[in-house]
C-alpha cells in the first residue's frame, strides 16, 4: 500500500491512483514488489527538522528516503520538501510537475538498491528516473 500524506502544505496535484500503479511498476522492472510506503510531503522547515533529527545534516534537500525494505519487498517513507521541488525546478529551468515525479520515483529508487552518492551512482540514478519518468509518460 502505498499512502501520500501532507505536514504544513497542500496536498501536489498527482493522481494518486495513476502514480501508485506507475510506482509499482517502476518496482517490478527492478525485481521488486511495493509493500508499505508512505510519501510525506512538507515544506522546507520541516525537511531541515528531519534531516537534523535523523541524519544529523543541517541542510535542505528535495527527498529523504527511510528503507525498511524486507527481501525483494519495497518498504519505506518518503519524505518530499515541495519547497525545494519548486525551487529546484526553478533553478533547472523544469515545469513543477515534472521535478515533483522525478523526487518521487527518486525515493523509491533508492529502495529498489540504487544509490547517488558514490562515483558514478549520480549518473545511474539519473538514468533511471529518466527511464522511471518514460514509463510514466508513455504510461507504461
Known amino acids: 500500500m502505498i499512502t501520500y500524506n501532507t505536514d504544513g502544505v497542500k496536498m501536489p496535484k498527482i493522481k ?14 527492478y525485481g521488486r514488489k511495493v509493500g ?17 533529527e535523523y541524519l544529523g545534516h543541517d541542510y535542505y534537500t528535495d527527498v529523504i528516503t527511510f528503507d525498511y525494505d524486507e527481501g525483494d519487498v519495497v518498504n519505506g ?15 533547472f529551468g ?17 529502495l529498489c538498491g540504487l544509490n547517488d552518492k558514490g562515483p558514478g551512482e549520480r549518473e545511474i540514478m539519473e538514468k533511471a528516473e529518466n527511464k522511471a519518468l518514460e514509463m510514466k509518460n508513455g504510461a507504461f
Open 16 to 29: 494518486r491512483k495513476d502514480t501508485t500503479a506507475w510506482i509499482k511498476a517502476v518496482a517490478q522492472t
Open 36 to 52: 508499505e510506503v508512505g510519501y510525506m510531503f512538507v515544506n522546507d522547515e520541516k525537511i531541515l527538522e528531519i534531516n537534523n
Open 77 to 91: 517513507d518518503i519524505v518530499i520538501s515541495l519547497d525545494t521541488v519548486r525551487t529546484n525546478a526553478e533553478m
Open 94 to 110: 523544469k515545469a513543477y510537475e515534472d521535478e515533483l515525479y522525478r523526487v518521487i520515483i527518486h525515493g523509491i529508487l533508492h
